[in-house]
């Protein structure tokens, strides 16, 4: 079956540093993942997403990262915030309507 | 921006009741979703719709209803609730497109079943 998963579920960080987030997927027929950002009490958040058919996507301070060839997705955060202590998780889709799988999280903190 | 809202952040109910959630989206998309997201489960797709009054069973559908009656509005019916389906519950929407679209999220409905 399919499966999308994290490296590391807690990860701390120091304000300013640079932040990377991992994510391992399974199924290689996957062309379209999202990175989502979720705080507390709230619902998930839209970061960045990336094709397959792409290695790097950029954004406002952060940058995905897609390996197709282990099937590994990344999340670069630059210089980190206070804001950005949430929880990160990734989500995968292999053209099935629009349905997506998600990784359980990696809870980011960020130490002022 | 995209506007996902749930109708009620935090709900109790009691064993056997039968529970609504509701969910409203002002984007005109036409897929909605419903999950449940439990601590390192992540989320789990209940059911989604891609149309009105079309309706198609998720990973974990048993205990579980929908009624999308009105584009905009996509109900999750618990039938007789029961202490597993204790949860936090996500909405969520979509356009429908050639192409993948993310989904975008309301801020969930706390559910806790006595």
């Known amino acids: 079956g399919e499966s999308v998963g994290l490296h590391l579920p807690t990860l701390s960080v120091q304000e300013g540093d640079n932040s990377i987030i991992n994510c391992a997927y399974s199924?290689?027929?996957?062309?379209?993942f999202i990175w989502y950002k979720q705080e507390s009490g709230k619902g998930p958040q839209f970061i960045i997403d990336?094709?397959?058919?792409?290695d790097k996507r950029q954004g406002q301070r952060v940058t995905v990262l897609l390996n197709k060839t282990v099937k590994h997705l990344s999340l670069q955060i630059a210089a980190t915030q206070p804001g950005d202590s949430a929880v990160y998780f990734c989500?995968?889709?292999?053209?099935?309507?629009?349905?997506?799988?998600f990784g359980s999280g990696t809870k980011l903190n960020v130490k002022p | 921006d995209v506007k996902v809202t749930q109708s009620s952040r935090y709900l109790v109910k009691r064993t056997g009741e039968k529970v609504f959630l509701e969910c409203v989206q002002d984007?005109?998309?036409?897929?909605m979703f419903w999950y449940r997201q439990d601590p390192g489960l992540g989320l789990r797709l209940i059911y989604f719709?891609?149309?009105?009054?079309?309706?198609e069973k998720g990973d974990i559908p048993e205990g579980y209803s929908v009624s999308r009656e009105k584009k905009e509005r996509f109900s999750l019916i618990l039938e007789s609730a029961s202490t597993s389906q204790t949860s936090m519950y996500l909405c969520?929407?979509?356009?429908?497109?050639?192409?993948?679209?993310?989904?975008?999220f309301g801020d969930g409905t706390r559910l806790s079943i006595l």
């Open positions: 969520a929407s979509s356009t429908r497109d050639v192409s993948n679209q993310p989904q975008h």
């Open positions: 199924n290689s027929a996957s062309d379209y």
């Open positions: 990336i094709r397959s058919n792409m």
């Open positions: 989500a995968e889709n292999s053209g099935n309507f629009n349905k997506f799988y």
């Open positions: 984007m005109d998309h036409e897929n």
């Open positions: 719709s891609y149309d009105v009054k079309m309706k």
